[in-house]
């Protein structure tokens, strides 16, 4: 089980220090029993695939945890998931997991402090090499007949360096996740200050003033037929356009949302075109939500006829856009049909909603776009550190 080593990202002063070392020799393995006591609860653990942490489950009785042999936790630990290790469920415990069980499906390891750094090994577990190491050590086939063998995972090679080169990756990997993690919360925190405010800007306890600092006149009630224009072009050659699909997801190209191609295994003849700027949403729902997309593609394209094409008679379909956001759970009502529901366009024009004035409208769809494109741009720098992180535990792991 000999790793491969290739040239890492490395500190200059640590060089020459890399040493082959198996599991055995920087792990100890931790086990303290639990003597469960009747009339107390316990709080058992979960481990994520793929790195994503640990997850405490509800507190079970004495009576739930049965027959079992459970062990304490502590702090600063490396723990596995024997069933999905292979998955890199493995983690690291902290202040957090300090008077939580955890069955012997979840074997413990303090690290030996003179030859490993606890952080550093749980990155380099998380590494395709360190996968690659874990699945050596899970023999068996798929899912639950692929378990850690604790001789397998004992005997593992690993190439480490200095402690201290091990510390300064550890925690320079680390100041990337803290970065990772300030920028989801940002992300997260945007999301919900556009909700809070299309909220309120849909009931109309927020109103934009004209540029005389007038109110603008109160919003009107309006069937969908008042205000929208279908879009009635179908293609007549193959492969007329490139074929979309409007997804939860926004509108994209067919190919794309299908990673095997599906597009190419019927004629498209008789599609609805859907030029640059126009709405969509698919007609059929399992769950009777619908989702409407304007085509920012900067292209005409074309679409199953599951999906009506049309516009705002105003021109206004970015607000269209955030209308329907906002009245989500409408449009489910208008749709007939059991187990797959169906909105048709004739529907949809019946139904009745609140309306303001054009002025007003392009005010609101301005506001809320500017917040889109911070969404937006702090989703981007997420993307971008995730794959410098990606980059760094390419280079600086052998």
Known sequence: MMEIISPPLRFPQY??????????????RHKQPVA???????????????????????????????????????KNLFILNIVFAWEQAVAQTTEA?????????????????????????????LTPRGKYLLELASPGGAGRNKTLGQ??????????????????????????????????????????????????LFSQKIRFKDDDGNVFLDWEEKPLSKVLTEYRSKTTLENEHDVLTSSRNGLMMQSDYYSEGRITERSNVGFHVIPHGYLTYRSRSDDRMF???????????????????????????????????????????YAVGTSQVVLSYNAFCAIILKFPCTQEQQKIAQFLQSIDKKVDAVALQIEQTKLFKKGLLQQMFV
């Open 15 to 28: 060089m020459d220090s890399y040493n082959s070392y198996q599991t055995v020799e920087f792990f100890d």
């Open 36 to 74: 469960l006591a009747n009339g107390q609860t316990y709080t058992e653990i979960g481990i994520r695939s793929w790195g994503k942490g640990i997850f405490h489950k509800s507190a079970k009785s004495v009576e739930d945890i049965g027959e079992k042999k459970v062990f304490w936790l502590d």
């Open 97 to 125: 997991e300090i008077g939580k069980i955890a069955s012997h499906r979840f074997p413990m390891f303090r690290v030996k402090e003179s030859r490993a750094v606890l952080s550093y090994l749980l990155y380099k577990f």
């Open 151 to 200: 001789k397998e995972f004992d005997r593992l090679k690993l190439f480490l360096p200095h402690v201290s080169e091990q510390q300064k990756i550890a925690d320079f990997l680390t100041a990337v996740d803290s970065k990772i993690n300030q920028l989801t919360e940002k992300h997260r925190l945007l999301k919900e200050y556009k909700k809070g405010v299309m909220q309120q």
């Open 291 to 333: 989702f409407f997309n304007l085509n920012e593609l900067g292209k005409t394209g074309i679409i199953s006829h599951y999906y009506p094409v049309f516009s705002m008679n105003n021109g206004q379909n970015h607000f269209f856009v955030e209308l329907t956001r906002y009245h989500s759970k409408i449009f489910g009502k």
